[in-house]
């Protein structure tokens, strides 16, 4: 069965500061990944994902992240975090042969202070 | 239209009372979701809807009952619930139910059992 970890539950950063979450999935098939930021008393909402092709993918707002198949990591980056990145993360992995479940980690707590 | 709405926003409920949460999307997905999500925790796989025939049931138990209607509408029915079934209830869709496709989350409902 698939597995994520998310070692981090929380990470402190001040703001403008660099930040790394890091996941790490266990799977012996290929593999879709995701990141998932979910706000204060929102659902979730996609940060982004992994499919195949290049190794690192970018969102709008600034994070990135690099699958690492040898690692089986997908580590979430960001140069220079703001107050407003302050939420809950989730990196989630979906098995690449056919139906989507979608597996996700305990979570990290980002918290960007001034 | 990239949204998916959920009502009630809250709702408490006495372990005697039925009750209905809904789940609505016009983005012409095929697969929807329901989660449920305690608190600090990652969100859990209940049931999955793929062109509006139930694919995946977690086991979940019978005091939850999904609906599908048509394929813009998700119900989830709650009869004699009990206080650990307190969370936030997250509805998603996505396109079709395969691997890699974005789930777009609802902001959920946040349920009360008394």
């Known amino acids: 069965a698939q597995s994520v970890t998310q070692l981090d539950s929380q990470v402190p950063v001040f703001e403008e500061a660099p930040v790394e979450l890091r996941c790490n999935y266990s799977s012996s098939v290929s593999v879709y990944l995701f990141w998932y930021v979910q706000y204060p008393n929102q659902g979730l909402q996609l940060l982004l994902k992994y499919l195949s092709g290049s190794t690192l993918v970018e969102s709008i707002n600034g994070f990135e992240a690099e699958f690492n198949k040898s690692q089986t990591s997908f580590h979430l980056r960001k140069p220079s975090v703001h107050i407003s990145d302050t939420a809950e993360y989730f990196c989630?992995?979906?098995?690449?042969?056919?139906?989507?479940?979608?597996?996700f980690g305990t979570g990290t707590r980002l918290l960007v202070s001034p | 239209d990239t949204e998916v709405t959920q009502t009630p926003k809250h709702l408490v409920m006495g372990m005697t009372n039925k009750k209905s949460l809904k789940c609505e999307q016009h983005m012409g997905h095929r697969a929807m979701y329901w989660y449920k999500q305690k608190a600090k925790k990652p969100p859990e796989l209940m049931f999955v809807?793929?062109?509006?025939?139930?694919?995946i049931n977690e086991s979940v138990p019978s005091r939850f009952s999904p609906e599908c209607p048509n394929s813009s509408l998700l119900n989830l029915h709650l009869h004699a619930l009990q206080p650990e079934d307190s969370a936030l209830y997250l509805c998603?869709?996505?396109?079709?139910?395969?691997?890699?496709?974005?789930?777009?989350f609802g902001p959920g409902t946040r349920l009360t059992v008394l």
């Open positions: 998603a869709s996505s396109q079709d139910w395969l691997a890699g496709l974005e789930q777009f």
């Open positions: 809807y793929s062109y509006e025939k139930l694919s």
């Open positions: 989630a992995v979906a098995s690449g042969t056919g139906f989507q479940k979608l597996v």
